[in-house]
């Protein structure tokens, strides 16, 4: 049989409101996005991770530049051979003074981040319980490390308690890591943090927290959901959401920060950071501390839409932040609401299996700091009736 032929089976076999298909966009005008195939007019961005609206803001643009011109576009090696640049130590360095982690390593993606953090905290002899709907890289990173993996419902903490009950009483040595995420990037949910962060340190088991999607908008100041929270051991950060750059980083003690610099393959075998990236994320950092009124803004922004869609008669989308999934449940009917959008103007992708479970395909509408008046009315009248 050819290599090929598992392949095309699979191919021929996938449904086709599963099928997935790239375009490519530019930025026009205000929170605006255009694709570049001819004709196509400018959509309002109702799709991108982009909370803060910083990725075209002049500050960021302006350092990236100047990095570039400074340092060129890329690192060119690892940060173990050439490729650590001066941007990079004093990213880190105003990373882990705004969480309080006393030590910060960047990664050139969240998906690298996550498995060399996992690999940090769990091995083949571990028991790894995490959240049903944490983040496929967390997941690979499990596989990767050999832990056995135990999945509790999401965000439900009373069921995660007994199975921390039981895998002490059977094995009281056992090293084991809890994996949560502080704000679910299809759900828009979050954790009760607090209670996560003293159940681990009840059971003496190790908590990895995804920040990727809380940081910026989230918590004191924009500091994510683990902050000030001694039982969080690792914290997982991205650069290419609310802070508008490219890249990642992990944040923890002296301790965890010393082994990923000794043993995690994801940290040695890459090349580091772009410089651009780096400097455009330290330009991110020092706007979301001169100006934390913009996440308030937007968290208020989320409360009035999420009323709103209730109002009109859609399910209410859970949680607090700016991720307002719109469940619809059918693939083809998600579909067809991305299109009736579009038609008005509006990006939102209709997110389908298997990113999330089979029968609760959704909008996910994303809110930005810098969507024009009437944005909400726009989308109300394009939805129209449930």
């Given at each position: 049989?050819?290599?090929?032929?598992?392949?095309a089976?699979?191919?021929?076999?996938?449904?086709?409101?599963?099928?997935?298909?790239?375009?490519?966009?530019?930025?026009?005008?205000?929170?605006?996005?255009?694709?570049?195939?001819?004709?196509s007019?400018?959509?309002?961005d109702l799709?991108?991770?982009?909370?803060?609206?910083?990725?075209?803001?002049?500050?960021?643009?302006?350092?990236?530049?100047?990095?570039?011109?400074?340092?060129?576009?890329?690192?060119?090696?690892?940060?173990?051979?050439?490729?650590?640049?001066?941007?990079?130590?004093?990213?880190?360095?105003?990373?882990?003074?705004?969480?309080?982690?006393?030590?910060?390593?960047?990664?050139?993606?969240?998906?690298?981040?996550?498995?060399?953090?996992?690999?940090?905290?769990?091995?083949?002899?571990?028991?790894?319980?995490?959240?049903?709907?944490?983040?496929?890289?967390?997941?690979?990173?499990?596989?990767?490390?050999?832990?056995?993996?135990?999945?509790?419902?999401?965000?439900?903490?009373?069921?995660?308690?007994?199975?921390?009950?039981?895998?002490?009483?059977?094995?009281?040595?056992?090293?084991?890591?809890?994996?949560?995420?502080?704000?679910?990037?299809?759900?828009?949910?979050?954790?009760?943090?607090?209670?996560?962060?003293?159940?681990?340190?009840?059971?003496?088991?190790?908590?990895?927290?995804?920040?990727?999607?809380?940081?910026?908008?989230?918590?004191?100041?924009?500091?994510?959901?683990?902050?000030?929270?001694?039982?969080?051991?690792?914290?997982?950060?991205?650069?290419?959401?609310?802070?508008?750059?490219?890249?990642?980083?992990?944040?923890g003690?002296?301790?965890?920060?010393?082994?990923?610099?000794?043993?995690?393959?994801?940290y040695?075998?890459?090349?580091?950071?772009?410089?651009?990236?780096?400097?455009a994320?330290?330009?991110?950092?020092?706007?979301?501390?001169?100006?934390?009124?913009?996440?308030?803004?937007?968290?208020?922004?989320?409360?009035?839409?999420?009323?709103?869609?209730?109002?009109?008669?859609?399910?209410?989308?859970?949680g607090?932040?700016?991720?307002?999934?719109?469940?619809?449940?059918d693939?083809?009917?998600?579909?067809?609401?991305?299109?009736?959008?579009?038609?008005?103007?509006?990006?939102?992708?209709?997110?389908?299996?298997?990113?999330?479970?089979?029968?609760?395909?959704?909008?996910?509408?994303v809110?930005?700091?810098?969507?024009p008046?009437?944005?909400?009315?726009?989308l109300?009248?394009?939805?129209?009736?449930?």
């Open positions: 049989m050819s290599w090929r032929a598992p392949l089976d699979d191919l021929e076999q996938l449904p086709a409101d599963r099928r997935r298909q790239p375009r490519s966009w530019r930025p026009s005008g205000e929170a605006g996005l255009q694709s570049t195939a001819p004709g007019p400018p959509l309002l799709a991108s991770n982009d909370y803060l609206g910083l990725a075209s803001h002049p500050s960021l643009v302006e350092a990236a530049s100047q990095a570039m011109q400074r340092e060129g576009v890329g690192a060119g090696a690892s940060r173990l051979v050439s490729g650590g640049r001066s941007v990079h130590e004093q990213l880190e360095t105003a990373l882990g003074a705004w969480l309080g982690r006393e030590r910060v390593l960047l990664f050139p993606s969240g998906f690298q981040a996550n498995l060399a953090a996992v690999q940090a905290l769990a091995d083949r002899h571990s028991l790894v319980l995490a959240d049903r709907l944490i983040h496929h890289s967390l997941l690979v990173g499990v596989r990767a490390s050999g832990a056995r993996l135990q999945r509790f419902a999401h965000n439900q903490l009373d069921a995660l308690e007994p199975r921390l009950q039981q895998a002490r009483r059977d094995q009281p040595q056992r090293r084991l890591l809890v994996i949560s995420e502080s704000l679910f990037s299809m759900e828009g949910t979050s954790p009760d943090a607090a209670r996560l962060s003293a159940l681990c340190q009840r059971y003496d088991a190790a908590l990895l927290l995804d920040e990727a999607h809380a940081l910026g908008v989230l918590g004191p100041g924009g500091r994510g959901l683990g902050t000030g929270l001694a039982g969080v051991s690792l914290i997982s950060g991205t650069f290419g959401k609310a802070f508008g750059s490219g890249g990642a980083f992990l944040a003690e002296t301790l965890v920060g010393e082994w990923l610099l000794q043993h995690s393959g994801p040695r075998y890459t090349t580091a950071l772009a410089p651009p990236l780096a400097a994320a330290l330009a991110a950092l020092g706007q979301i501390q001169e100006q934390p009124e913009r996440a308030r803004q937007l968290l208020d922004r989320a409360e009035r839409w999420r009323n709103r869609l209730e109002a009109a008669g859609w399910p209410r989308p859970p607090q932040g700016p991720i307002l999934p719109l469940l619809v449940g693939n083809q009917r998600a579909l067809a609401l991305q299109q009736q959008l579009e038609q008005a103007g509006l990006l939102s992708v209709a997110i389908r299996p298997p990113t999330v479970p089979a029968g609760t395909a959704r909008l996910r509408l809110l930005r700091h810098d969507q008046p009437g944005s909400l009315e726009r109300i009248n394009a939805l129209g009736s449930p």
